[in-house]
């Protein structure tokens, strides 16, 4: 599946941050084979949010792994001023690059800077800004990613208000653009998130702080109504 066909499906994304990073190339063989086909990093650059982790360097070195087995590398970038990095991030094989509205003034633009990379372009939204804040740039993006945690951190429980703003998001964005749910996504509340129009699921601790990371990767899919 090319990662157009991939944005235009449900899906589960797992995200590597709560992987074990000694064996990340394991763990990611592993969500892989259970069905997992959209593999989650989340940039963080210790400024848009306190903690550093990740960056270009880890997104080429799945690269390869992830497209041979026809997956896609959904970029999440918790940075300042994500316009700079654009180009780093697509040259290391990112397939999908999403930025924060919270994070530069010039949100069209990275957007167009996105798309021009040959990426395709998510905005995302922290819990506090509201869902009308992509009005004006709604019909460019291929994803709009909802905080359902504030970001920076797995293992964080899912607010619950979040839901009815999933649906404003919906509803804002029409049925063509993937609609992304990130923080505290496990068995009990992807569920709910799908009824309200998601249709990307990212799920971290619940998957790699699992005994069984493919088990629990086919739950959340299967509670999500996600392609397992
Ligand atoms: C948090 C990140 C998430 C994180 C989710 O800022 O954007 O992608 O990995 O972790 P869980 O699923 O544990 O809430
Ligand atoms: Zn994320």
């Given at each position: 599946m090319t990662p157009s066909d991939l944005l235009r499906s449900r899906r589960v994304a797992p995200s590597?941050?709560?992987?074990d990073f000694a064996r990340l190339g394991e763990q990611v063989a592993d969500v892989m084979a259970a069905g997992a086909r959209v593999i989650h990093v989340d940039v963080m650059?210790?400024?848009?949010?306190p903690p550093i982790t990740i960056g270009p360097l880890i997104v080429s070195a799945l690269a390869d792994r992830v497209h041979g087995a026809g997956g896609m590398l959904d970029v999440h970038l918790m940075i300042e001023r994500p316009e700079r990095q654009i180009e780093e991030f697509a040259k290391a094989g990112a397939d999908n690059v999403t930025l924060h509205?919270?994070?530069?003034?010039?949100v069209h633009r990275t957007v167009q800077l996105i798309h021009e990379h040959g990426c395709s372009a998510g905005v995302a939204l922290n819990p506090?800004?509201?869902?009308?804040?992509?009005a004006e740039v709604a019909g460019d993006l291929d994803l709009a990613l909802c905080m359902t945690?504030?970001?920076?951190?797995?293992?964080q429980p899912f607010i619950a208000a979040t839901n009815d703003k999933v649906r404003r998001l919906r509803a804002l964005l029409g049925d063509a653009v993937a609609l992304e749910v990130d923080g505290g996504i496990d068995t009990a509340t992807a569920g709910p998130c799908a009824e309200a129009g998601a249709t990307f699921f990212v799920a971290g601790s619940h998957i790699f702080g699992a005994d069984d990371p493919a088990a629990a990767y086919v739950a959340v899919a299967q509670a999500a109504g996600a392609v397992v």
């Open positions: 590597i941050l709560s992987s650059d210790g400024h848009f949010v509205f919270e994070a530069t003034p010039h506090a800004t509201p869902a009308a804040a992509l945690v504030n970001p920076g951190w797995g293992g």
